[in-house]
């Protein structure tokens, strides 16, 4: 009885040595979506055609949709969200 209560702690012991050395390893470099899938991110280039894109085209809907929650003002009148 006593070697096979010492064979399952031998066991035990050994599945949980080894799923935490699986897990260390797994957590050693994280990789972005792209990267694991063996693609780059795009290279982004600033200049002022981009600029005034992100200007005249996307902060106008930032402005009009997102901001009376999401923004500084929102949070120092506690409507801060997420």
């Known amino acids: 009885m006593a070697s096979f209560r010492f ?6 012991s050994a599945l949980l040595v080894s799923s ?3 897990t260390a390893e797994a957590q ?3 990789q972005s979506r ?6 780059s991110p795009p290279e982004v280039k600033d200049s002022q055609e981009s600029l005034a894109f992100f ?13 009376s929650c999401h923004s500084q003002e929102a ?6 969200k997420g």
């Open 55 to 67: 200007e005249s085209k996307i902060r106008p809907v930032l402005v009009e949709q997102c901001y």
């Open 7 to 12: 064979a399952k702690v031998v066991l035990f």
């Open 34 to 39: 792209l990267e694991s899938l063996g693609e």
């Open 20 to 22: 935490l050395i699986s």
């Open 28 to 30: 050693g470099k994280p």
């Open 75 to 80: 949070a120092t009148k506690g409507k801060l």
